[in-house]
T-cell receptor, first 114, second 111 residues
Framework: DAGITQSPRHKVTETGTPVTLRCHQTENHRYMYWYRQDPGHGLRLIHYSYGVKDTDKGEVSDGYSVSRSKTEDFLLTLESATSSQTSVYFC?????????????FGSGTRLTVV | SQKIEQNSEALNIQEGKTATLTCNYTNYSPAYLQWYRQDPGRGPVFLLLIRENEKEKRKERLKVTFDTTLKQSLFHITASQPADSATYLCALDMGYSTLTFGKGTMLLVSP
């Protein structure tokens, strides 16, 4: 989608290894979000950021950490991946002051922990 | 905490008919309610936002209603087409910084 890129698109990793997912935006928005999507659960918020170095926890933050050292990049880290973290991860941005345009989502990262 | 209910069963309709999807929520009414479309393997795409003081919003063949008394939003697609087949998500925006999503309803439009 316009202005937001997630990498990698697919990743297979072993239990216990650290994993970092990257979300990059080109539009300089303050608000960025990480969601995970699982069958039967829908989209659930992991962490979000409202500016450089400003982050907060979402509904399912256990086992995840985030960092935002630059406006354009929001990183999600699984410190020690577990099989329960196998999921599709979506990053999203919100245009501040323009609620009527909703959130813009990236294309997702499919993570498999074996 | 807020709970959102969308019909988990797929909705099957014929091309040309109106599809109506339901989003029910508990507890407090959100300041805004949003609808998204999601195709397989893709991220959700924003469709419409309706405010708590609005009863109805339209965009081309799409119509959303919002009833804070019933705690319900209805999403209508008129003159549906096979290309409308997708999963549709509703999301509650309480006016803070985050959205809470329903699990989505799959719509299948057959020719």
């Amino acid at each position: 989608d316009a202005g937001i890129t997630q990498s990698p698109r697919h990743k297979v990793t072993e239990t216990g290894t650290p994993v970092t997912l990257r979300c990059h935006q080109t539009e300089n928005h303050r608000y960025m979000y990480w969601y995970r999507q699982d069958p039967g659960h829908g989209l659930r918020l992991i962490h979000y950021s409202y500016g450089v170095k400003d982050t907060d926890k979402g509904e399912v933050s256990d086992g995840y950490s985030v960092s935002r050292s630059k406006t354009e990049d929001f990183l999600l880290t699984l410190e020690s991946a577990t099989s329960s973290q196998t999921s599709v991860y979506f990053c999203a941005i919100r245009r501040e002051g323009d609620r009527a345009s909703g959130y813009t989502f990236g294309s997702g990262t499919r993570l498999t922990v074996v | 905490s807020q709970k959102i209910e969308q019909n988990s069963e797929a909705l099957n309709i014929q091309e040309g008919k109106t599809a109506t999807l339901t989003c029910n929520y508990t507890n407090y009414s959100p300041a805004y309610l949003q609808w998204y479309r999601q195709d397989p393997g893709r991220g959700p795409v924003f469709l419409l936002l309706i405010r708590e003081n609005e009863k109805e919003k339209r965009k081309e063949r799409l119509k959303v209603t919002f009833d804070t008394t019933l705690k319900q939003s209805l999403f209508h697609i008129t003159a549906s087409q096979p290309a409308d087949s997708a999963t549709y998500l509703c999301a509650l925006d309480m006016g803070y910084s985050t959205l809470t999503f329903g699990k989505g309803t799959m719509l299948l439009v057959s020719p």
